[in-house]
């Protein structure tokens, strides 16, 4: 520990008190990665405050340190957000998880962003309301982390993306001013809420957010649409959207991640299923069946071998569960996995589903895909061993592969995980260098000295040349 | 031109055009105002220095459609009515209406951002746009966001460019996220004593409220304005439900049964009614036979969603002739008002601190000319978020030439 990292962490101490800091190597392993494990780097200290005032108290000691902060919540995210690049000191929001209030009139909830979003879930169960993204990892990730990484989840597909549900915030910028976005539409001024969500913590640390509430849907119908293969699973989805349609969620499984969720929980898939579709439609019962039935036409016009039907809340739910715990089992393929996010016109999927198979082949990586169909949104997932280099090196490449394809074919590099350490070098290729200047604009201005999530988002110099 | 008085008017129809624009206008010192359909001019402060205006009417060309991907990309000049048609031929359409469609521009809504109806339901304008074009207050090109609805790559430069009002950059390119075409739209309405009447109506429906795009309270001269039919009411209630013509129809005899059991009578608008008054409605206060634009103050309210009622009654307070919309569930109410016999400064200072009694903000969307207001007395006093807009300025527009005096930015 350096003299100056030492003397921060006593103050630390001092502000937080000594049980809601740790600085012992052995406690900081658990901080060195969050989702993406193929980057890892020790912070010099952990820190739990519990309310804004002690954040801005631990951002004002960092900075006058001129220690790099990283906001954390549940470090689910998956494309290296939360790694403290070069140490520094992971400043967690774990602690401050209170729901200060659920407005039901005004259709809002109030919550610290530690919150993790399945909590605030349960929480409006009974009032007719939920908080609409529901991203896989949505039982322990915090709403804190959903607004850094702009989270998504299936729902998206009708329901919009975490930045349609955050309507007002409060933060704590790098200098420890407190700005405080109240949830009023408000034309004077520029849209800092709009700035702030998706920004992976490189502007500010967000301790409060005012969420926007969804009225329940009157009903459901789920469906689970088993094809022949991915070409003919997108292309249904693809004119499901096409039709004019936009069912809650329209979520892609291909056959190896099929055979792999069979293989763990048995839920009755065939495992020569070329590819697995499922589909929720939600809103008025009145008018779910005549929709069901034009979702059904097209499956078969894409010749599904079977559509099932949820007729029960435990069977729709079950059908979610083998959507759910998918990436869990994927545990079972190989010590490791890497999560790709990449995303494209929704036409244009099939296109890159056949890329991946291409891919997969080339780097002799297995490639097993999940998608948030409907959004043209895919997360290929490559199994691997960390343990062997060579291994490693070409999962990095396969996944570089995958996003070039998304930009070539009109997408991004990341539809709701992020850019993180992960994607850094590929900004480059996404966007021209006057776009990045621009980019480097809203840091500078937010943060001229990088004291937040340093490394991430934007290629910084100051981690090339160490702090 | 009444705002500007422009020392010339140029209209690029490229972006070419447009980066030689700005870049001229830069080294000769002069202030770019960049205008659209020229149907918000009387939204922001009163231009401050002499400059050109740089008219992006001219490039209106759609760039892309890929209907099936339910985007589009157009040139910021296009107007709201031609795209609206464009989207109509494939079944779609952009759910939010921008009054005078047919002369306002994409880019002009975009950089303005209206108060519309159906916020309620669709959210703001800027939820739908994915990407952007801009040209900054240096000349460079850039792009922000991208074609694909879901996109976290990088900064949200879209939406630092939404309700910027031209001030950090020239929109050139605008792609958007629209939607399908509902298959039916009915809207009831229902004549009221009293606003704490119709906040009652709105709760007996709140529950139900994912067919709901609009619920709006007209009242004072609103009522005649917005109905197509004549009402002796002070208050009347419209509900504007848009879905599948099942769902529709369900949700009509849900509303309908609802109030009549609060002793109310709910009507169903015609076809033709219901036509005119969504119109009328998206128009409101700016409509040809509404608004004038040498007389009319037009206020946007807003406060805690609780509080709507409460802040309309205070501006109804504030001036008893005022012609008001209420947005309920949106905290928004739009005024238009006639202090004729106040001076318009003194009038909001008035106003402003009723609408500050209920925990509420006030914005001048419009303006007579000869008011010639200031940034403060348009948008309120200098807030402490301010300070951190400027530095983004500062960056994309470093010697203000963009719209000077027009946003929250410099001394007024």
Redesign the interface.
């Known amino acids: 520990m350096t003299p100056t990292i030492d003397s921060l962490v006593r103050e630390l101490k001092g502000l937080l008190t000594p049980e809601n800091v740790l600085s012992d190597r052995s406690d900081l392993i658990a901080y060195e990665c969050d989702g993406y494990t193929i980057a890892k780097a020790l912070p010099d200290a952990v820190v739990f405050p519990r309310s804004t005032a002690q954040v801005v108290a631990v951002v004002r000691a960092c900075g006058r340190a001129g220690v790099p902060i990283v906001p954390r919540g549940a470090a689910t995210s998956l494309a290296g957000g939360c790694l403290p690049v070069g140490g520094g000191i992971v400043l967690m929001l774990t602690r401050m998880r209170r729901i200060l209030k659920i407005d039901v009139e005004s259709r809002l909830a109030h919550v610290e962003t530690g919150v993790p979003n399945i909590v605030l879930g349960r929480a409006l169960a009974g009032t007719g309301f939920h908080y609409a993204p529901d991203p896989s990892s949505q039982g322990a990730s915090t709403i804190g982390g959903n607004i850094a990484t702009n989270a998504g989840g299936p729902h998206t597909l009708k329901y919009g993306v975490t930045l349609n549900h955050v309507v007002g915030l409060e933060a704590v910028l790098a200098d420890g001013t407190i700005v405080t976005v109240e949830p009023i539409p408000d034309p004077a001024g520029l849209d800092l809420v709009g700035l702030l969500v998706g920004s992976e913590g490189t502007l500010a640390v967000i301790t409060k957010a005012w969420l926007k509430l969804t009225p329940d849907p009157q009903d459901y119908r789920t469906l689970r649409a088993i094809f022949e293969s991915v070409d003919d699973a997108s292309s249904a989805v693809s004119d499901v959207i096409g039709a004019g349609l936009i069912p809650a969620a329209m979520e892609l499984m291909d056959q190896g991640i099929v055979e792999v969720v069979e293989q763990a929980y048995g839920f009755g898939f065939p495992k020569d299923a070329g590819a697995v579709v499922i589909i929720e439609l939600d809103g008025p019962s009145v008018a779910l069946d005549s929709q069901q039935e034009r979702i059904l036409e097209i499956c078969r016009r894409w010749h599904t071998r079977e559509v099932q039907s949820a007729t029960t809340p435990a069977e729709r739910e079950l059908l979610w569960k083998c959507r759910k715990t998918a990436v869990g089992a994927v545990g079972r393929l190989a010590p490791s996995y890497c999560i790709q996010d990449g995303v494209v016109p929704r036409t244009r999927l099939p296109e890159l589903m056949a890329a991946v198979v291409r891919i997969s082949a080339e780097f002799r990586i297995r490639i097993v895909n999940v998608a948030h169909a409907g959004d043209g949104n895919v997360h290929p997932i490559l199994v691997f061993d960390e343990r062997d280099a060579d291994q490693v090196a070409r999962v990095v490449k396969a996944g570089e592969a995958i996003l070039e394809e998304c930009i070539r074919l009109g997408g991004s590099i990341t539809a709701e995980h992020g850019i993180g350490v992960e994607k850094l070098a590929l900004m480059t290729r996404q966007f021209s260098p006057s776009s990045l200047e621009a980019h480097g604009h809203i840091r500078s201005s937010f943060d001229p000295t990088e004291l937040l999530n340093r490394g991430k988002v934007l290629p910084s110099p100051k981690v090339e040349s160490g702090r | 031109m009444r705002w500007f008085d422009p020392v010339e008017t140029l209209a690029p129809t490229d972006v070419t055009g447009v980066v030689s624009a700005v870049r001229d206008a830069r080294e000769r010192g002069l202030v770019v105002y960049p205008t659209g359909g020229g149907t918000a001019l009387g ?1 922001g402060g009163w231009p401050s220095a002499k400059g050109l205006e740089l008219s992006l009417a001219g490039l209106d060309k759609i760039v892309d459609y ?6 589009i990309t157009v040139e910021p000049g296009l107007t709201l009515k031609s795209l609206g048609e464009m989207l109509a031929r494939e ?2 359409w952009l759910p939010v209406g921008i009054p005078n469609a047919d002369r306002a521009t994409v880019g002009g809504a975009v950089s303005s ?1 209206p ?1 519309y109806p159906g ?1 309620l339901r669709f ?2 304008l ?2 739908y746009v994915l990407g952007l074009s ?1 040209v ?1 207050g240096r000349g ?5 966001g ?15 460019y ?3 009002l031209g001030t ?1 950059g020239v929109i050139t390119g605008v792609t958007l996220m629209v ?3 509902p298959g039916a739209t009915a809207i009831v309405t229902c004549s009221l004593s009293t606003l704490e009447e119709g906040k009652a109506l709105f ?1 007996t429906i ?6 709901l795009s609009t619920f709006a309270l007209l009242s004072g001269r609103a009522v005649a304005q917005v109905l197509p039919r004549a009402s002796a009411s002070p208050i009347v209630a419209v509900a504007i439900l848009d ?5 529709v ?3 009509v005899d849900r509303v309908i049964s609802s109030w009549r059991s609060d002793q109310r009578i709910p009507e169903l608008a015609d076809e033709a009614e219901r036509d005119l008054l969504r119109s009328r409605l998206s128009d409101f206060p700016f409509g040809p036979s509404v608004f004038d634009p040498e007389r009319d103050l037009v206020i ?1 309210a ?5 509080a709507t009622i409460e802040l309309t009654a205070r501006l109804r307070e504030t001036d008893a002739e005022a012609s008001l919309v209420t947005h309920c ?4 109410v739009v005024a238009c008002c006639r202090p004729e016999t106040e001076d318009p400064t003194s009038f909001l200072t008035r106003a402003r601190a009723a609408v500050s009694s209920v ?3 006030l ?1 001048v ?1 419009s303006y007579p000319p000869g008011a010639r207001l200031n940034r403060d007395a348009v ?2 006093p200098v ?4 300070r ?2 400027q ?2 300025k ?3 527009d470093p010697q203000d030439i963009l719209n000077r005096g027009r946003f ?1 930015f410099g001394a007024p």
């Open positions: 939204f890929p209907a099936r991907d339910l985007t079944g779609q951002e108060p916020r959210g703001s800027r939820d801009i900054d460079v090109e850039f792009t922000a991208g074609r694909v609805v879901k996109n976290a790559a990088g900064y949200n430069l879209c939406r630092l939404s309700g910027s950090m939607r399908p075409r709760s709140r529950k139900d409220a994912a067919l879905g599948l013509k099942e769902e129809g369900w949700m946007e807003n406060g805690p969603i609780a569930g949106c905290g928004t925990g509420g903000r914005c969307r948008f309120g807030r402490e978020e301010w951190l807009a530095r983004l500062d960056r994309f929250i």
